[in-house]
């Protein structure tokens, strides 16, 4: 399984789940597909985004921003 991290935004920004208030996540990359480009055979080529799953309810939080950073954290 994957360990636990912590993410901010920039410098200091600390990130917390909407739902719950954890501060945990684990993090996976994750493709926003289009219908017209899976439709072409182009999925590949659309865009990526960070997803943090709260360790704790196991929301999914998505994030385009290039600026996320994770922090690895002692659960």
């Not at 990359?29 to 360790?55: H, P, Q, R, Y």
């Amino acid at each position: 399984m994957a360990k636990p991290v912590r993410a901010a935004l920039g410098d200091g920004l600390w990130l917390s789940c909407q739902v719950c208030q954890g501060d945990l996540f684990r993090e996976r990359g994750v493709l926003l597909n289009s219908t017209g480009m899976e439709f072409m055979k182009l999925g590949w080529a659309d865009e990526n985004a960070t997803g943090l799953i709260c360790w704790r309810c196991g929301y999914v939080h998505l994030f385009v921003n290039r600026d996320i950073k994770l922090y690895r954290a002692d659960k």
